[in-house]
């Protein structure tokens, strides 16, 4: 059964740096691009970031070019995602996404809460 | 960026119904488009891929069609636990890019 279980969520000031983790097990992680995808409140899906399988390309949308990181470590199989600067408008329940290229997202864990307020 | 474009952003219907949710594309996707079910408080799940193929273990009660740029999601005999926000999602092109969603309520 795939599980991606994500921690590290939490309340942080503007400008300030938060990293998002999430672990993988249930499939050979090391074989899947993966992705986060996050959702403000009361609101829509939106998407990050994706790093490919082996960690050798990354995408990420423009709100958040040079802010955001997304990284992996396919020993440990746990997805990452380092969040500098952050702004309010971040505030989000973020999801970690199993993300074949060319395809959809199709799974997803249960998601972190990361609150940016002064 | 594609724009995708949903409809209706609400919906109320009763048990036993037929739903249909539209979704519109800005641009030929090529059937690249995803559908997802959020329930209240909980992720979403991937229902239908490639405009129209289930994803695992997804009742036979939902289905996809369309192409081009207009696609929809239907769900035959409606069921209580239907009861969530739904979502499609193109993955034809990066950025990849989600519609703004359909909340099915129960009537």
């Known amino acids: 059964e795939v599980q991606l279980v994500e921690s590290g969520g939490g309340l942080v000031q503007p400008g300030r740096s938060l990293k998002l983790s999430c672990a993988a097990s249930?499939?050979?992680?090391?074989?899947?691009?993966m992705a986060w995808v996050r959702q403000a409140p009361k609101k829509g899906l939106e998407w990050v970031a994706t790093?490919?399988?082996?960690?050798?390309?990354?995408y990420y949308r423009d709100s958040v070019k040079g802010r955001f990181t997304i990284s992996r470590d396919n020993a440990k199989s746990t997805l990452y995602l380092q969040m500098d600067s952050l702004r309010s408008e971040d505030t989000a329940t973020y999801y970690c996404?199993?993300?074949?290229?060319?395809?959809?997202?199709?799974?997803w864990g249960q998601g972190v809460m990361v609150t940016v307020s002064s | 960026d594609i724009q995708m474009t949903q409809s209706p952003a609400s919906l109320s219907a009763s048990l036993g119904e037929t739903v249909t949710i539209e979704c519109r594309a800005s641009?030929?996707?090529?059937?690249?488009l995803a559908w997802y079910q959020q329930k209240p408080g909980k992720s979403p799940q991937l229902l239908i891929y490639?405009?129209?193929s289930l994803h695992t273990g997804v009742p036979s009660r939902f289905s996809g069609s369309g192409s081009g740029t207009q696609y929809s999601l239907k769900i035959n005999s409606l069921q209580s636990e239907d009861v969530a926000s739904y979502f499609c999602?193109?993955?034809?092109?990066?950025?990849?890019?989600f519609g703004g969603g359909t909340k099915l309520e129960l009537k």
């Open positions: 999602q193109q993955y034809y092109d990066y950025p990849w890019t």
């Open positions: 996404a199993r993300h074949p290229l060319g395809a959809s997202f199709d799974y």
């Open positions: 790093i490919i399988y082996d960690g050798s390309s990354t």
């Open positions: 249930g499939f050979t992680f090391s074989d899947y691009a």
């Open positions: 490639n405009a129209n």
């Open positions: 641009e030929d996707i090529y059937n690249g």
